[in-house]
């Protein structure tokens, strides 16, 4: 490796320990310069469970690498075994059966897929 | 510690316990994905330990691989991070009474696992008179305990994928066991229809909108369920997260 992309690398990785703080602590530095009314908080309830959806989705229902829903297919292992995993985990709420049967779906559907 | 505060440490570090395998598959698979990339072992292990961060490292790893520019990447990071920012607002309103360090220490250190193991032991926070009533801030230390054991799990399974990636053929889909252990950490949220309903159109809009640039598809999944959480919402005083 260079060592023009080694410093571009740890630039990259200074700046995202001030992302995991500039996110983690945004309110803390913020601190009680900002009141928010009940009915904010009401509204943003959903917003943690809607951006990990949002990260997760992608990557059961598009290919690795996808730049597009155009890429969607139903000949994706990830769809099969994502959907396995999630009835998986609504029955045993458990996370070893979970990833035991999400990743034997994933991986049949990639051999049946691949024949 | 008192012994009342290191019993209260104790008791969160048993309960994130119970998460490890979660934490573990994601870090794993985070961690082997790095070394994976065009990351030394070195640098792989600086960002494990000090980013500490597994989604946005996750989300990092193709721009840098098609060499995107350092702030793209960090816009993306931050994009990803987002949930962070409203866990941010309900740890000021639980810890206001700590001094800046204090508090932007613990924002650091709060994850999705002990985020959500906190509101669910503590809906609400502590009003004067129970604050007045808890000289020792016990809270605090099962937090304090969540975040260790957290902190714990994630390195040490980040860490050992750093260093066996090299013996972990591509060709075993790991990265799909990073999403399997995503799906277990969001099945305990969707506890109600409006919570449920408010997931299924924020994946439908993340999908439809993934070609957006810096994951922006994160942010009209996120108003999307505002929108959806709001209407179909009719009981909405009845356990917050925040």
Redesign the interface.
């Known amino acids: 490796?260079s060592d023009d992309?080694?410093m571009?690398?740890?630039?990259?990785?200074i700046?995202?320990?001030?992302?995991?703080?500039?996110?983690?602590?945004?309110?803390?530095?913020?601190?009680?310069r900002i009141k928010?009314s009940e009915w904010g908080?009401?509204?943003?309830?959903?917003?943690?469970?809607?951006?990990?959806?949002?990260?997760?989705?992608?990557?059961?229902?598009?290919p690795?690498?996808?730049?597009?829903?155009a890429e969607?297919n139903l000949r994706l292992?990830?769809i099969w075994?994502?959907i396995a995993?999630?009835i998986a985990?609504?029955f045993t709420?458990k996370?070893?059966p979970?990833?035991v049967i999400?990743?034997a779906v994933?991986?049949a559907a990639?051999f049946w897929f691949a024949l | 510690m008192t012994p009342a505060q290191w019993r209260e440490f104790i008791y969160g570090f048993k309960q994130m316990s119970h998460s490890a395998v979660t934490i573990m598959t994601w870090s794993l698979v985070t961690g082997i994905a790095m070394a994976k990339s065009a990351l030394t072992i070195q640098q792989a292990i600086a960002m494990s330990l000090l980013v500490y961060a597994g989604s946005a490292q996750l989300a990092a790893l193709p721009l840098i691989a098609v060499g995107a520019p350092v702030w793209v990447i960090l816009a993306t990071s931050f994009m990803v991070n987002l949930r962070f920012v409203i866990f941010s607002l309900g740890l000021q309103a639980h810890f206001s009474y700590l001094s800046t360090w204090r508090r932007i220490l613990l924002g650091y250190f709060t994850t999705d696992f002990s985020y959500l193991n906190h509101v669910k032991r503590f809906p609400k926070p502590e009003t004067q008179k129970e604050l007045a009533a808890d000289p020792e801030h016990l809270r605090l230390y099962s937090m304090m305990g969540f975040q260790a054991a957290n902190w714990f799990f994630w390195q040490v399974a980040s860490i050992t994928g750093i260093l066996l990636a090299s013996q972990i053929p591509n060709d075993w889909g790991l990265a799909f066991a990073g999403a399997v252990a995503l799906i277990v950490i969001i099945g305990p949220m969707l506890d109600r229809a409006s919570a449920r309903w408010a997931a299924v159109t924020a994946g439908a809009v993340a999908v439809m909108t993934y070609g957006l640039p810096f994951r922006l598809n994160i942010i009209l999944a996120v108003c999307a369920a505002f929108f959806v959480g709001m209407i179909l919402d009719k009981s909405p005083k009845e356990g917050a997260a925040l």
């Not at chain 1, 571009?8 to 990785?13: Q, V």
């Not at chain 1, 700046?15 to 009680?32: K, N």
């Open positions: 490796m992309t080694s571009k690398i740890i630039y990259l990785i700046g995202m320990i001030v992302m995991t703080f500039a996110s983690r602590c945004f309110f803390i530095f913020l601190g009680d928010i908080l009401e509204t943003i309830r959903y917003a943690p469970l809607a951006a990990l959806i949002a990260i997760l989705a992608p990557e059961i229902f598009l690795v690498g996808a730049s597009s829903i969607f292992p990830n075994g994502g995993a999630i985990f609504y709420r996370m070893i979970t990833l999400g990743m994933y991986t990639r």
